[in-house]
């Protein structure tokens, strides 16, 4: 019998399946059902029903079952594809309202089963993903996403490994998902094993992203529409006029120069009074509160012969940064065409465009607005004042102080991005049988990327243009440049599936297949300076002898021959197996460890996954508590072919000479033995669902090992390189991952569920041939160590701030400066811990300071649903996180006249004081703004992500099927002892950059509104 577990009452029209077989009946109006299965056999029946969660339920020689189906809510399915599967994922069929890209529905919705974090609050600026943990040091260790069995990438090649594209933007990351609504989203996927069908890709995890499709012949229409505003992005507190006049004052003793500033004479007679005595806050100046639009149709239907899905969508915002914005137009077709009974085919065709007006952002741009604004000082206006002291349009130029004018970027500079992406695919299937098909997909996509920048002269100081070598060979006034890309990516991929058995007691499924990827990459790059005006903007009138242009061809191909059977033994021993045999165009020639088939180079990836459903063994039928129980394990070996294009071959490139001459130059010195990293995962989990299958329990336990690390070797100095590629040492990752969720209230008009999931890794290097070694990035130093994780911050340990002489005369500590001399620390310096207990502070001192990897992250939130009005939070969190701020480690330095923050109020000023801020001396000879601990910091946070009201209105007019008003508002607050803007940030997605807060856009508050309609 089938009943409504909301209310109680028998429910007609359920379908009842037995697995395995065409053996199926329908519910009457009692919710009665009737099959004939044999005692003999332990059928698995599905019950399915319209408006339902589908279940599994093993009968175990029972001859009476009673299932309670529950109504579907924003909850996650209760049983997915792979309940009845060896392999598993985390499996997602839900949107979150107001996401503008479908990064962002990753994130948030599948936290906990995978390690999510922001770039900036750029719009659909992308996230950093890592699955399970850390599995390379300097190669992409991002996850390979796979939609609609298509390979989505980023365009642009990655530098120095890691997946960075080149832009000449500082501080934009290319996002390719950026390109795909979230509207068109059906179903998106974290595979946890069975990857190793994906081979040499899937070292960094597989996350598989399905649109939507048509299902049924009927008409179908969905109108979305919604428009929000965003809160402009939390600053660091800043010192105001007066606070940093005395500053200054603090400093120029220091400069010893005498140098004459306008803004220390208060004589307001003066006719520069007025230009350096105001009380300017840069960031309002710069920031602003931003709009955002999005629209969107889709039409889905057909008939007997072909199923159609279109869908058309416009999203704007404009950006929280004055002068910049984001829009994106996307178009969609999917079709499903029934060409004979035995072939069918899916034919779709997509295209996507994005463009941006942008500026840099970050700390490692001196053309940022956003950090320009920071260490500007607030005496200074953006504007200029006329004689009679009235301010008017015209902007300031560069101070007196040598720091440029933000504004002169936001409204006279350019930069300009647009990124486009065309897809055509063809997947026809023919069916020899209703037990065996033959099918292939062939797709083709094509990216192109447009960028321009201009940096005006007016406005903006000039800068010393230096070499390689650090030599001056010129001085830049104007700047202008541009990039183009273009990448294509053909994939073939034919596999044949076969259903070798097919009955109650046993079924095996055979797919096995070829898949040929080809990318070809053309890329072209130039720059220029000193156009003569700023009204001339092309490369071309740029000074020939500054100018730089450059340009890459690189083509890279891959084959690979799969094969994966799936076994079910009495519906709950199962068994999947498969194994992937790949080669590449960037494997050495003579790579280690590959197997020799036809003068090439091969990798084999082979994976076993079992599982066992314990509720179908006939003692578990009493177990009333229990509906299902599965327990499962596997081991995965895959790779990671993102080894740099010519690693393997040695040769030349030109260099430059001064800007007066050209030459050749060594670049690489090829080796042969180059190969694929190897991550091996084994996998053991456990998924539950329990009191009437209204909780559900996924844990799982992984440990993976990394082998082949793709790593720079030390050459000699006379080969006039100073590294090469090779494959050396070992990396380990285990930890685990929970999720919970069950159906708190179930009731006819009230309905609530909630959520909770924990991840946790631990990532540890196991080897390293030729020992530790350390990576400088922006300021920070991240130490590379055995028996350490991954991306661990090396510096100094401070003990304080030494508050009179007598305390440092005890101390008696130095530090060498660049000539060789002992300089004493003096009192009002950082004092250091001297590990080394020599009396000197060096490097010999620096110790552990930081690891950036989190102790857990996840997500929990509930939804309550009254009729038709649901309300719904999420919360993020990430708890034991490290962080370099190196933002604040720039503003609170009191090393130059840049502005700073308000903590240096608090600096040491008088013998006796105690503080935890040093005092402030120009150029910071005693190095108390070193790389220390004084920067890191607990960016631990907990963040109400999105805060959601919906109401589905009970009115039916005719012609329409629903009609949905909701409201949202994201990131309403965050808990966190984090100094910086923002706790959550990736700077980049390189394994050694995490936990470095550049100081990009921080993410805000917004809020949304929005109408959903259904024709």
Do not use: C
Request: hydrophobic fraction near 40%; avoid cysteine.
């Amino acid at each position: 019998m089938v009943v409504n577990s909301s209310t109680g009452e028998p429910f007609a029209g359920a379908r009842v399946t037995v697995v395995g077989s065409r053996t199926t009946s329908m519910t009457g109006d009692d919710g009665v059902f009737t099959l004939a299965v044999a005692d003999d056999v332990d059928a698995l029946l599905r019950i399915e029903a319209p408006g339902f969660d589908a279940q599994l339920l093993p009968l175990r020689g029972l001859h009476e079952v009673h299932v309670r189906l529950l109504p579907s809510g924003t909850a996650e399915v209760t049983y997915d594809d792979y309940a009845h599967s060896a392999s598993s994922a985390a499996v997602t069929t839900k949107k979150r309202p107001a996401t503008v890209a479908t990064d962002e529905n990753v994130a948030m919705l599948l936290a906990g089963d995978l390690w999510a974090q922001s770039h900036s609050g750029l719009d659909a600026g992308g996230h950093a993903f890592f699955v399970r943990g850390l599995h390379s040091l300097n190669m992409q260790s991002q996850p390979l996403f796979v939609v609609d069995g298509q390979i989505w990438q980023s365009q642009l090649p990655s530098l120095g490994g890691g997946g960075e594209g080149i832009s000449l933007h500082e501080g934009y990351f290319t996002n390719p998902l950026a390109l795909l609504s979230p509207d068109d989203i059906e179903r998106i996927e974290v595979l946890k094993n069975g990857t190793a069908i994906w081979g040499a890709k899937a070292a960094g995890g597989v996350i598989l992203i399905t649109t939507k499709r048509s299902r049924n012949m009927a008409t179908e229409i969905e109108v979305n529409l919604s428009a929000g505003i965003r809160q402009q992005g939390r600053s660091l507190p800043m010192l105001g006029a007066a606070d940093y006049r005395i500053l200054a004052s603090d400093l120029f003793p220091s400069l010893g120069s005498g140098l004459g500033v306008g803004f220390l004479n208060d004589d307001a007679n003066t006719t520069f009074y007025r230009a350096n005595h105001n009380e300017t806050d840069w960031q309002s100046v710069v920031g602003r509160t931003s709009a955002s639009q999005n629209y969107g149709i889709a039409v889905r239907g057909g008939d007997d012969v072909a199923l159609y899905a279109f869908s058309l969508g416009y999203a704007r915002g404009d950006g929280m940064l004055r002068g910049t914005d984001f829009d994106r137009l996307n178009l969609r077709f999917n079709s499903d065409i029934e060409l004979t009974k035995r072939l069918k085919t899916r034919a779709d065709i997509a295209f996507a465009q994005v463009t941006r007006n942008i500026f840099d952002d970050g700390i490692f741009s001196e053309t940022s607005p956003r950090y320009m604004g920071y260490v500007k000082s607030p005496l200074y206006n953006a504007r200029q004042f006329d004689t009679q002291g009235r301010l008017f349009d015209r902007l300031s130029d560069v101070d007196e102080l040598g720091v440029g004018n933000p504004m002169a970027i936001i409204e006279n500079a350019e930069g300009k991005t647009k990124n486009y992406r065309f897809t055509a695919l063809l997947a026809p299937t023919y069916l020899f049988s209703d037990r065996l098909s033959l099918s292939a997909l062939v797709a083709h996509s094509w990216d192109k990327i447009k960028e321009s920048a201009f940096i005006p002269d007016f406005g903006l100081p000039e800068t010393e243009l230096l070499n390689a070598q650090g030599d001056w060979y010129g001085t830049a006034r104007n700047s202008v440049s541009s990039l183009m890309t273009r990448h294509s990516t053909l994939t073939l991929d034919l596999h044949a599936d076969w259903n070798i058995l097919n009955h109650q007691f046993s079924i095996l499924n055979l797919t096995a297949g070829l898949r040929y990827l080809n990318d070809t990459f053309e890329g072209d790059y130039g720059q220029g300076y000193n156009t003569g005006s700023d009204n001339l903007r092309s490369l071309s009138v740029t000074t020939s002898s500054l100018r730089t242009t450059d340009g890459t061809n690189d083509d890279r191909r891959s084959v690979s021959w799969y094969a994966q059977a799936d076994y079910s033994l009495k519906n709950r021993y199962l068994l999947t197996a498969s194994l992937a045999l790949e080669t590449n165009s960037r494997f050495g020639s003579e790579a280690d460890g590959s197997l020799r088939i036809g003068g090439v180079a091969w990798a084999l990836f082979p994976s076993v996954d079992a599982a066992w459903i314990v509720t179908g063994e006939r003692f578990m039928r009493h177990a009333s508590g229990i509906n299902y129980l599965k327990l499962h394990v596997g081991y995965d070996l895959t790779g990671n072919d993102d080894l740099p294009a010519g690693a393997t071959r040695t040769y030349f490139g030109s260099i430059g000479y001064a800007g007066l001459a050209k030459g050749l130059a060594m670049e690489n010195v090829g080796n042969d033995n180059l190969k694929w990293e190897r991550t091996g995962t084994l996998t053991a989990g456990i998924d539950m669902r329990l009191l009437s299958n209204r909780l559900t329990v996924r844990a799982d336990y992984f440990r993976s090992v990394t082998d082949d690390l793709l790593m720079r070797k030390q050459l000699p100095a006379d080969y006039g390189l100073q590294s090469y590629w090779t494959n050396d040492g070992r990396l380990q990752n285990e930890g685990f991952e929970v999720s919970l969720s069950g159906r708190l209230i179930d009731r006819r008009h009230w309905q609530m569920n909630a959520h909770l999931s924990v991840g946790h890794y631990k990532n540890e290097v196991k080897r390293l041939t030729d020992g530790d070694f350390t990576t400088d990035v922006l300021g920070a130093r991240v130490l590379t160590s055995v028996g350490r994780p991954l991306g661990v911050f090396y510096g100094f340990r401070t003990v304080g701030v030494f508050a009179d002489q007598q305390e440092t005369d005890r101390a008696n500590l130095g530090t060498i400066d660049a000539t060789g001399r002992r300089q004493a620390f003096a009192a009002g310096d950082i004092h250091f811990a001297d590990l080394r207990a020599d009396g000197i502070i060096d490097e010999q001192d620096m110790d552990v300071i930081g690891d950036p990897t989190p102790d857990i992250y996840g997500s929990f939130g509930f939804d309550l649903t009254w009729k038709g009005l649901t309300f719904d939070a999420l919360f993020t969190y990430s708890l034991g996180n490290d962080a370099y701020n190196a933002l604040r480690q720039r503003l609170e330095s009191g090393s130059s006249l840049s502005n700073q923050t308000e903590s240096l109020l608090r600096r040491w000023t008088a013998d006796g004081q105690v503080t935890d801020m040093p005092r402030a001396v120009y150029g910071d000879p005693m190095g108390n703004s070193r790389f220390s601990d004084r920067w890191i910091e607990d960016a631990s946070y907990m963040k109400l992500r999105q805060l959601s009201l919906s109401y589905d209105l009970p009115i039916r007019p005719r012609l329409i099927q629903g009609l949905q008003l909701w409201a949202s508002v994201e990131n309403l607050f965050t808990l966190t002892r984090y100094l910086g803007a923002d706790p959550e940030f990736s700077y980049a997605t390189s394994i050694l950059t995490q936990g470095i807060d550049a100081g990009l856009m921080p993410q805000s508050r917004s809020y949304h509104f929005g109408v959903k309609l259904n024709l």
